[in-house]
């Protein structure tokens, strides 16, 4: 016991001790995270107009508000004769911004962090699954394996980590977070494909993140395939083949026929060797959440990239604007851990509640530290929530026509991070005339009372995807006057926003819930399946409705009733107060405490 608690000791703060600044004659700047032409005036002891008539003789024309780059500030602090210091945060509630640098002698080696990405259909997700496969073949381990967003692998002794990044379109934001976390990327490009839009958009990301980039040519197995094209156009952007005199290191693979991956493993081995990746163990954990969502069995889980000290179970952690003990830490086989160091990708439980992917994590001391820290963060996002007043509809925001924000406020509630993620890519891209959609919150888990007061005060419409709200949430959003709208496929809420800016809603058939229903008691009937005792909580169901079954606010399925009966008579429809018996067409993993909601479509003009 003493032990472990002197082993404890060593792991230091991660919070900088703040120094103390000297004064003298010389005027200091100091440079924070963004930077404006009219902070950086005030902070020189100059004028805004000296300012940007010395940035217009740079050729460069800037208003007080704009954020300027440390190169500029540089430049200009020479000008002004100004020093320059980077600002050293001690509050612990933006730990977020605080940058660890350890001493050198502190660091160890550690795994390098690998982001695969590339165009949809180059075979990047076969070409981790293969990677995978590989690593239990060998007998490391065995076992089901479970999608945490993250793995490793051991090659010739030394560990590799995997972060899979979705390569749709939609999921730009997604794969621009994972190049944040990653030490090299590997473009997949198909042999027989070729350079494609979603490629130079993966390069660009991999380029912002200033990291080096291994080309994994795929399907050289396929006949039509032309690796030698792939190299001529990508050499386009830079990224000139070692065999041709370059830097960049193409490796010739197919995943469906595992060939080449040996070689592909071992480049990224001496990559790291000669990038020298390290950190030091021996502190507090620091690192970034790549995916969360909410279990209905384990509640909240997210998996942690450990970028410095090590996690242990039992550690205090603040993720965003979320806080917990870590209860347990599993990897993608399910196997548990008691501590994950540097690099470690680990599936981990016990925050209170789901944060956001991309979230900075840290761990802190003690519970009540950490507990504040999530409470003022909270507080302070929720202030910058509370800036509208007033609910609007899709079909009614063009009813004012002197409105100059052009904005359409929208609260987003869905069922996983990557789903919330995908969404918040596509709506930042739209900007139609000017008007565009403004994500006011998003959020994983079944819609809440606080999400309707959130959209009312906001301004803004709720969106579900995947989720469903109760009745009592539903009524709510009546009462209130905010329109609710629920979807199950990506594109058609961009879709119908899209139809909105451009105020060219079409009459259209909507689905108007009806009812919602309750199991109650399950019946396995042969040639028949599952027989549900239910009793209708809510509005009447009728025989020929629509149907989801709504297990803890998620939706389980979606179809259309197979039978209706009151006891053994069919009828046409059953009342609020009334008990039933119902069958759903293909499907018969019907529990007891389900949720059936019932719909119709009607005819409704925009």
Not at 247 to 255: G, L, Q
Not at 279 to 306: Q, Y
Request: charged share 30%; with cysteine.
């Amino acid at each position: 016991m003493a032990k472990k608690a002197a082993k404890k000791e060593v792991r230091k703060s991660n919070i900088p001790v703040k120094k103390e600044v000297k004064t003298g004659d010389d005027k200091v700047y100091i440079i924070k995270a963004e930077n404006t032409v009219l902070d950086i005036a005030q902070g020189f002891g100059i004028s805004n107009a000296v300012l940007i008539k010395k940035l217009m003789q740079y050729g460069m024309m800037a208003s007080v508000n704009q954020t300027l780059d440390r190169e500029t500030i540089e430049l200009l602090a020479l000008d002004f004769n100004v020093k320059v210091e980077d600002e050293v945060i001690t509050d612990a509630t933006r730990y977020d911004e605080i940058e660890i640098v350890d001493d050198p002698k502190d660091l160890v080696k550690r795994p390098p962090i690998i982001t695969i990405m590339g165009h949809v259909d180059h075979g990047k997700t076969t070409l981790l699954d293969a990677i995978r496969k590989a690593r239990v073949v060998e007998g490391e381990a065995g076992g089901i394996t479970q999608h945490i967003g993250a793995y490793q692998v051991n090659w010739n002794g030394d560990k590799i980590t995997f972060i899979d990044t979705p390569g749709h379109a939609a999921f730009t934001e997604m794969r621009a977070r994972g190049a944040k976390v990653t030490d090299i990327c590997i473009l997949v490009v198909a042999a027989d494909d070729g350079v494609m839009p979603q490629t130079v958009e993966a390069l660009e990301h991999a380029k912002a993140a200033k990291v080096p980039i291994i080309v994994a040519v795929n399907k050289v197995d396929k006949p039509t395939a032309n690796p030698e094209n792939v190299m001529n156009e990508l050499s386009n952007y830079d990224l000139l083949p070692e065999a041709w005199g370059g830097k960049t290191p193409y490796v010739m693979v197919s995943a469906l026929k595992r060939q080449g991956l040996d070689e592909l493993l071992d480049v990224i081995l001496l990559l790291s060797e000669i990038e020298e990746y390290k950190a030091n163990p021996n502190r507090l954990a620091k690192g970034t959440i790549i995916e969360a969502s909410l279990d209905k069995s384990r509640g909240p889980v997210a998996t942690f990239i450990v970028e410095t000290g090590t996690l242990k179970v039992g550690d205090i952690v603040v993720a965003g604007n979320t806080y917990g003990k870590v209860r347990t830490m599993t990897d993608d086989l399910k196997r548990r851990y008691e501590e994950a160091g540097p690099a470690s990708p680990v599936e981990v439980t016990g925050l209170n509640t789901v944060p956001q992917a991309g979230d900075i994590f840290m761990a802190f001391s003690d519970e009540k530290t950490a507990r504040q820290i999530a409470a003022t963060r909270e507080a302070r996002d929720r202030e910058n929530e509370r800036k509208f007043t007033k609910a609007k509809s899709l079909d009614s925001m063009f009813s004012n026509l002197e409105d100059t924000e052009k904005v359409l406020n929208i609260v987003l509630k869905g069922d996983v991070q990557g789903s919330i993620e995908a969404l918040k890519g596509m709506l930042a891209k739209i900007d139609i005339d000017g008007f565009h959609a403004n994500l006011v919150r998003a959020g994983v888990g079944a819609i809440s009372e606080s999400d309707v007061t959130l959209a009312k005060a906001s301004d803004a419409i709720l969106i579900g995807f995947n989720v469903r709200p109760n009745a009592a949430v539903r009524s709510l959003a009546e009462n209130e006057g905010v329109e609710l709208r629920l979807y199950n496929v990506v594109y058609r809420i961009i879709e119908d926003i899209e139809k909105a800016l451009k105020g060219m809603l079409e009459p259209t058939f909507e689905e108007v819930v009806t009812g919602q229903i309750e199991v109650r008691e399950t019946f396995k009937v042969s040639k028949i399946g599952t027989i549900a005792g239910c009793y209708v909580t809510d509005g009447y169901v009728a025989k020929d409705a629509l149907v989801r079954v709504v297990r803890d606010g998620i939706v389980v399925y979606e179809g259309k009733l197979a039978s209706l009966k009151r006891f053994k008579d069919d009828v046409k429809e059953v009342r609020k107060g009334f008990e039933c018996g119902l069958s759903v067409e293909d499907f018969n993993d019907i529990k007891v405490g389900d949720i059936i909601e019932a719909s119709k479509l009607e005819e409704v003009e925009a």
